[in-house]
C-alpha cells in the first residue's frame, strides 16, 4: 500500500486528488491539507504515519515581456 499525503491550497484540486488516488488499488491518502503549516501540524500529532509519497499541487506564473 502506497501512503500518500497532499498539500493543495485550492479545494476543488485537492478534493480531486484525494478522490483519485482513494479510487485507486493500492493506494491510501493518509493525510491531506490545504497549507504546509497546517500539514505539519496534523502529522506531528500522528506520530506513527508514515508516508511513501508527498504531493505538492502547485502553480507556476510565468511573465512574459512584450
Known amino acids: 500500500m502506497i501512503k500518500i499525503g497532499i498539500i493543495e491550497d485550492d479545494e476543488i484540486i485537492r478534493q ?3 478522490d483519485y488516488f ?3 488499488a493500492g493506494f491510501e491518502v493518509s ?3 490545504a497549507s504546509v503549516e497546517t500539514f505539519m501540524s496534523t ?3 500522528i ?3 508514515t ?3 508527498l504531493i505538492l499541487a502547485f ?3 510565468q511573465e ?3
Open 47 to 49: 506520530s506513527i504515519l
Open 16 to 18: 480531486s486528488l484525494v
Open 51 to 53: 508516508l511513501s509519497c
Open 59 to 61: 502553480q507556476v506564473f
Open 22 to 24: 482513494t479510487r485507486e
Open 43 to 45: 502529522w506531528g500529532k
Open 31 to 33: 493525510l491531506h491539507a
Open 64 to 66: 512574459l515581456k512584450a
